[in-house]
Each structure stands twice: as structure tokens, then as C-alpha cells.
T-cell receptor
């Protein structure tokens, strides 16, 4: 099992540019989560999907953030336009079902917006 | 919004000492999970506790879920340098859109000196 795969591992971009983060969940897992981690705010849930359908996006900070899951094996998180305060480590996680299941995290994308 | 307060935020101890990390909330959780995160990686699950009063042991680590399912603790006996890392507690939600959500505490950064 390859685990949750995220790309890129690092992204440096200038303010105003579009950023797309990618995630491949573990095969057979039907829930997918996007988290953001910063020193100040810890791990924050941005959005989660179940069976490719967004269930709760209340953590998405602004309209500049959008997430899609076109199929069971791929999800994207897009920021357009990016701002310096978006700098953080973004994690994708998947789980086999919704109730009390452990999350399997990817190794994250470290985003720096200058 | 369910909040989890973790304490202490930082812990620096010598090899062989014992320590306890606390995770507290005013909310009831369906489960409590503990994760460990190392630099440059995503969090990895240590244990899940589901029943109020439940105690689980993982070698030198002991996890307890409070009777009211609002708090939890992690106790490490005879800490070793390999225990160094960020420890995160996470509470599971109940019905509606909270069904599959995990709320994370801010984390405890543990450093064990040889």
C-alpha cells in the first residue's frame, strides 16, 4: 500500500498566483479530508468528502479556496489568488469509512506565498 | 464548534522520566484518537479510544478516555529519545455533518534528551 500521496511536496509562489495541490487517497478509502497546519492555529479541517461528495466545507477560509474530487482516486485543493497568509502545510488524509475511523495522512505540501 | 485543549504545549524532559499529556473539552466526543507527528511527515495514528473510562496500553504508552468522554490523557513511562515528536489528540463528532469529522487539539511538542 503506497499510502496517501500528495504533490507537490513544496510549493513556492508569488502573491496573486493560482496554486493547485493534489492528493491521491488510499485505494478503497471512501472519505477524504483536507487539513491545513500552522504553528498558530494547529491542524484545521478545511473540507471533507465522502464517496466523492463534499460533506462539510465550513472550514474553507474564503472563496479563494476550492476543492474538487472528480473520482475516488484524486482530489485537488486550489487557491486563487494566493496570499502570504495562506502559507502553511496542507495535508490530505483518507479513511475507510466515516465513523471513528483513523485518518491516514499524506506527507503534506509545504506552501510558501511571497 | 467543538474545541479540544491540549496541555502542556511544550515538554522537555530527560530520558527515563515519566510524563502525561492532557486533552480536555467541554464537548462529548464519539471517540478520541491520539496521533504522533514527526517533522516533514503527516500525523500517524497511535490509538483510538471509544468507551468512557477506557484504558489502552501500547508498550510504554497508556491512553485513557474520561468517563464522560470529554477528556483524555496520554502517559509515557520511562521516556526515550525516540519518543520525541508532536503528539496530537483528536475528537470524533456525532451526527449530521459532524459524523466523520475529527477536531484536533493544538498538540504537545515533546523533546526527550539523552
Amino acid at each position: 500500500d503506497a499510502g496517501v500521496i500528495q504533490s507537490p511536496r513544496h510549493e513556492v509562489t508569488e502573491m496573486g498566483q493560482e496554486v493547485t495541490l493534489r492528493c491521491k487517497p488510499i485505494s478503497g478509502h471512501n472519505s477524504l479530508f483536507w487539513y491545513r497546519q500552522t504553528m498558530m492555529r494547529g491542524l484545521e479541517l478545511l473540507i471533507y468528502f465522502n464517496n466523492n461528495v463534499p460533506i462539510d466545507d465550513s472550514g474553507m477560509p474564503e472563496d479563494r479556496f476550492s476543492a474538487k474530487m472528480p473520482n475516488a482516486s484524486f482530489s485537488t485543493l486550489k487557491i486563487q489568488p494566493s496570499e502570504p497568509r495562506d502559507s502553511a502545510v496542507y495535508f490530505c488524509a483518507s479513511s475507510p469509512d466515516r465513523y471513528n475511523s483513523p485518518l491516514h495522512f499524506g506527507n503534506g505540501t509545504r506552501l510558501t506565498v511571497t | 464548534t467543538q474545541l479540544l485543549e491540549q496541555s502542556p504545549q511544550f515538554l522537555s524532559i530527560q530520558e527515563g522520566e515519566n510524563l502525561t499529556v492532557y486533552c480536555n473539552s467541554s464537548s462529548v466526543f464519539s471517540s478520541l484518537q491520539w496521533y504522533r507527528q514527526e517533522p516533514g511527515e503527516g500525523p500517524v495514528l497511535l490509538v483510538t479510544v471509544v468507551t468512557g473510562g477506557e484504558v489502552k496500553k501500547l508498550k510504554r504508552l497508556t491512553f485513557q478516555f474520561g468517563d464522560a468522554r470529554k477528556d483524555s490523557s496520554l502517559h509515557i513511562t520511562a521516556a526515550q529519545p525516540g519518543d520525541t515528536g508532536l503528539y496530537l489528540c483528536a475528537g470524533g463528532g456525532f451526527g449530521g455533518t459532524s459524523y466523520g469529522k475529527l477536531t484536533f487539539g493544538q498538540g504537545t511538542i515533546l523533546t526527550v534528551h539523552p
